[in-house]
């Protein structure tokens, strides 16, 4: 059984993609936003959409009609940029589309005939009267802009979101794997019975044991701890040789948590390439057969099924690892059947060499 941290580890290549990834959208966002943004320059009233276009001309023509001045009418209609710039300038065709979206604009007798008087003072082949249109209705037209201005706010905010949410994952991964390296190497202590995950314990030599213990520790389960699974490594300097650890083994009824009946200890060696797990059971399950026969199934390695009780220890070995585990208390929930499921149990661990 690999530690959280270890699967963490096994997945580096994934991890640093997504970093990778999330760095070149932060980077890009900032980059096209902040840094080198989309700027116009030299923009012409023929680059409008064409419902604006169509008004824009409608404004100038009346204009033109007042002062009569063809000099500003040219100049305000952009045809005195250069061609690229200005697509009326480029193609005629397209200065008098823009008439033709103007004249299905006009709301007037009057206005039609200001149209005109611009379109023939600049020499456009343009006849209000003859003038059939191939563009969209007015009132589409119109609406289009808007329509395209909302789709490019739904856009970017889902943009955003996508990135927070990214982030959000990340952060969580980071932090998983930090908690669990913390709680794997330096242990937490809380009140009680001892740490949830553990507390290392001072190494001293037991009896039976010609050496202090590689590694001591101790795993508090609680009931509603849903997620109790601590493992530890089990290193000679710096040399791995293993891991062991406690875990939920098996659960009865239903309810907002579980309701653990029988935890596992087990310990794996890197030389033996197995795990050996021993199941102990609360007095009920241990008691029951057909839980007892569920529990022996989940033994391996040489492992035992046992019942669970204060002060007894169970070893577990391996061609070049001993793990003592030592049941220090046990507390049950208060509920039927009696002594059913565990409140708390605190186990401690010793790893020796063999």
């Known amino acids: ?39 116009w320059q030299d923009a012409s009233p023929g680059q409008l959409h064409p419902a604006y276009q169509g008004y824009y001309i409608n404004a100038i ?33 397209n200065l008098e589309a823009g008439f033709a979206q103007a004249l299905e604009q006009t709301t007037s007798r009057e206005d039609v005939i200001t149209l005109g ?20 209705d007015a009132e589409t037209e119109t609406e289009a802009p808007a329509t395209r201005s909302t789709l490019g706010n739904i856009l970017r905010v889902l943009g955003y979101l996508i990135i927070a949410l990214a982030l959000a994952a990340l952060g969580y991964l980071l932090y998983s794997r930090f908690v669990e390296k913390r709680r794997a190497e330096e242990g937490e202590q809380e009140p009680g019975l001892a740490g949830a995950y553990g507390g290392v ?15 001591t520790t101790s795993a508090t389960y609680r009931e509603g701890d849903d997620f109790f699974n601590p493992s530890f490594s089990i290193e000679d300097g710096a040399e791995f040789l293993g891991e ?54 989940k033994v391996a390695g040489g492992g035992e099924l046992r019942q669970i009780v204060p002060g007894e220890e169970i070893v577990l070995e391996t061609t070049a690892l001993r793990v003592r585990a030592s049941v220090k208390a046990v507390e049950y929930a208060n509920d039927v059947p009696a002594n059913s499921y565990f409140k708390e149990a605190n186990i401690e661990l010793r790893a020796y060499r063999r």
Not at 14 to 38: D, E
Not at 201 to 215: C, H, K, M, S
């Open 61 to 93: 023509a009346k204009e033109y009609q007042q002062t009569g001045n063809i000099d500003v009418a040219k100049h305000k209609l952009g045809l005195d940029l250069a061609g690229k710039a200005n697509p009326w300038v480029k193609e005629q065709e």
């Open 117 to 136: 008087r611009l379109a023939q003072d600049l020499q456009l082949n343009f006849r209000p009267e003859a003038f059939v249109p191939e563009t969209p």
């Open 244 to 297: 062991c650890g406690v875990d939920i083994s098996h659960t009865i009824g239903a309810g907002e948590h579980k309701k653990v009946t029988a935890l596992e200890i087990w310990l794996f060696d890197k030389s033996d390439i197995k795990t050996v797990t021993t199941v102990l059971a609360s007095e009920y399950a241990f008691q029951d057969p057909t839980f007892g026969e569920e529990l022996l199934s």
């Open 1 to 39: 059984m690999l530690t959280i941290l270890k699967i963490l580890e096994e997945h580096g290549k994934t991890i640093r993609l997504m970093v990778g990834v999330l760095i070149g959208l932060i980077l890009g966002f900032v980059i096209a936003w902040g840094v080198w943004p989309v700027q």
């Open 201 to 215: 314990i001072e190494d001293v030599a037991v009896e039976g044991e010609a050496t202090p213990a590689l590694r």
